[in-house]
């Protein structure tokens, strides 16, 4: 049981940077995988980064392109994710998940946030 909460998204111009967070409230915090999504109008959820409790195991999804870095803190419960070179394509709902280490469907949500690239 986990529940997820986004923030830091917002309207930024094209070449400018943005640090998502997402807060994790849950018990067991190092069982879960924690991920991003992320959505734009009329598209599917995309496939970001992903990280284990462990600070250097993360993986990435194609569209990564270097200019996406997941962290997390586990003793806060956080995790972030640092976007670098905004372009007006990045233009999405970001979303933050988990799943627990065992599966490998993201089985939890957060309400996802808002980043708008203007050019």
């Known amino acids: 049981q986990i529940q997820l909460v986004e923030s830091g998204g917002g309207l930024v111009q094209a070449g400018g940077s943005l640090r998502l967070s997402c807060a994790a409230s849950?018990?067991?915090?190092?069982?879960?995988?924690m991920g991003w999504f992320r959505q734009a109008p009329g598209q599917d959820r995309e496939f970001l980064v992903s990280i284990r409790y462990t600070p250097t195991n993360t993986a990435g999804g194609d569209s990564v392109k270097g200019r996406f870095t997941i962290s997390r803190d586990n003793a806060k419960k956080m995790v972030y994710l640092q976007v670098s070179d905004l372009q007006p394509e990045d233009t999405a709902v970001y979303y933050c998940a988990a799943r627990p280490s065992t599966l490998s469907t993201y089985t939890s949500w957060g309400q996802g946030t808002q980043v708008t690239v203007s050019s």
């Open positions: 849950t018990r067991t915090f190092n069982n879960y995988v």
